[in-house]
């Protein structure tokens, strides 16, 4: 069966320090990956996805970088953290034929002080 | 104008009650519809999903899809305590995924 990993599970870092998020899949190839951000009592904001290794979609303008080295690996950076960072991260895979479901992991609470 | 909007709740129903959640949408290229289930602190876990209008159920769940008027709806019977949750309703076109903000239900016991 499939599994998502993500790791850590809470992170605090200081403002203009980097940052270095992980995931990773296992049980499935050649999946579809995100990365979510998820605001207090707001929904689910996508940052990145990428349908193959090195294939990185940008949503949104961030201080946020993304990458994928590995097929089942994706990777969540940034050089200088911002107070407005702060959030719930979320990493999650699909099938990858388009307009399948989504499996998530259990996220990363981030606080930037 | 958001993609996908949700109504905001949170609502509190007694244990036993019929809980009915509704998402409308404004992008006609949708085509995958999902409901999530999301306890606090917690990734979200996918309870339904279904790519055709209609009623799909499943257990005491339901998911209800009606295109031609953009409108899902995930129904809950019998609920539970165990059933307190934020729901997040979610559509997908073309690799990506848009949610809804999230209702918080709470079941009393």
């Known amino acids: 069966s499939q599994t998502i990993h993500q790791w850590p599970a809470t992170l605090v870092q200081p403002v203009g320090s980097p940052l270095s998020l992980e995931c990773t899949v296992e049980?499935?190839?050649?999946?579809?990956l995100y990365w979510y951000r998820q605001a207090a009592g707001r929904g689910l904001q996508l940052l990145f996805y990428?349908?193959?290794?090195?294939?990185i979609s940008s949503e949104v303008p961030q201080n946020l970088s993304a990458s994928r080295p590995q097929d089942r690996q994706f990777i969540l950076s940034s050089k200088k953290l911002l107070l407005s960072d702060s959030g719930f991260y979320l990493c999650?895979?699909?099938?990858?034929?388009?307009?399948?479901?989504?499996?998530f992991g259990q996220g990363t609470r981030l606080t930037v002080v | 104008q958001k993609e996908v909007e949700q109504d905001p709740g949170p609502l509190s129903v007694p244990e036993g009650a019929i809980v009915s959640l509704n998402c409308t949408y404004s992008?006609?290229?949708?085509?995958?519809f999902m409901w999530y289930r999301q306890y606090s602190r917690k990734g979200p876990e996918l309870l339904m999903y279904?790519?055709?209008?209609g009623n799909k159920e499943d257990g005491r769940f339901t998911a209800q899809v009606d295109k031609s008027s953009k409108y899902i709806s995930l129904f809950i019977r019998d609920s539970q305590p165990s059933d307190s949750a934020t729901y997040l309703c979610?559509?997908?076109?073309?690799?990506?995924?848009?949610f809804g903000a999230g209702t918080t239900v709470t079941v009393r016991a």
């Open positions: 999650a895979w699909s099938g990858s034929l388009m307009n399948t479901e989504a499996f």
């Open positions: 049980g499935t190839s050649n999946p579809n």
């Open positions: 990428s349908v193959g290794i090195g294939q």
């Open positions: 992008n006609s290229a949708f085509q995958y």
């Open positions: 279904t790519y055709s209008s």
């Open positions: 979610a559509m997908s076109y073309d690799y990506k995924l848009s």
